[in-house]
């Protein structure tokens, strides 16, 4: 079983930086890809960031230029976040699609998510 872990979520005002990370853990694994995911009260869970195993990123339209997905090593990856607008609160998620070992294959695991609020 893998487990993610997100950290660094936080109340700061708008134009403030955060930097949020997701830590793997488990036995026998590789991670193939990570995004990270965004869900405001009363909205669907949107994609925010998304980084292939070659390095490869995708950003969603409303945080392009603010945002950057990095992969730290192989079990850490981390988003950092600039200039935040009150639109940005939402509860932050880490999703990876992982590789074990045990089971052969690759399946997609969720973090229990951070959250971040940022006042006018």
């Known amino acids: 079983q893998v487990q993610l872990v997100e950290s660094g979520g936080g109340l700061v005002q708008a134009g403030e930086s955060l930097r949020l990370s997701c830590a793997a853990s488990g036995r026998a694994f590789s991670i193939n890809a990570v995004g990270w995911y965004r869900q405001a009260p009363g909205k669907q869970r949107e994609l925010v960031a998304w980084i292939a195993s070659g390095g490869s990123t995708n950003y969603a339209d409303s945080v392009k230029g603010r945002f950057t997905i990095s992969r730290d090593n192989a079990k850490n990856t981390s988003l950092q976040m600039n200039s935040l607008k009150p639109e940005d609160t939402a509860v932050y998620y880490c999703?990876?699609?992982?590789?074990?070992?045990?089971?052969?294959?690759?399946?997609?695991?969720w973090g229990q998510g951070t959250q971040v609020t940022v006042s006018s």
């Open positions: 999703n990876a699609e992982v590789f074990t070992l045990a089971t052969g294959g690759v399946a997609g695991y």
